[in-house]
């Protein structure tokens, strides 16, 4: 990426818009059912999968900590390095969710985490956008 910086726009922009679909059908699950018991794990290491891999900023983050760290990586170590921090941020979404679905269902906060938690996606998505095209 560091060598098209092109790509950095295209990848900004779609994880802007992965945010976005995300929030979206998030405020419309926490509108319709209440209930967050029903999250499975697929799903959530879904979500994680495709919230992380078209972010460049969490991408970028660790690439430049595996190039500080480990400067004579070949192509192949850099995609492996990649994949990895990937699956590894889907495996935390995951754990959280997991984590979060046994909150008991009539928990206070329940109804205002989500809330934020989505407030906040929308203004990260924006401020991306807004970084990419500055």
Do not use: C
């Not at 919230?51 to 995609?79: F, H, R």
């Amino acid at each position: 990426v560091s060598a098209h910086p092109e790509w950095l726009r295209v990848l900004a922009v779609v994880a802007a818009i992965a945010m976005l679909t995300y929030a979206v059908f998030a405020w419309r699950k926490h509108h319709v059912a209440k209930d967050v018991t029903g999250s499975s794990v697929a799903k959530g290491f879904a979500s994680g999968l495709a919230l992380t891999l078209p972010n460049p900023g969490a991408l970028g983050g660790w690439a430049a900590i595996a190039a500080s760290v480990w400067p004579a990586a070949t192509t192949q170590d850099a995609i492996a390095f990649a994949l990895g921090v990937g699956i590894g941020s889907a495996v935390w979404f995951t754990l959280l969710g997991r984590l979060i679905a046994r909150i008991r269902p009539d928990h206070p906060a329940l109804r205002v985490v989500p809330r934020i938690a989505i407030a906040l996606f929308v203004g990260i998505a924006i401020v991306g956008i807004a970084r990419a095209f500055h």
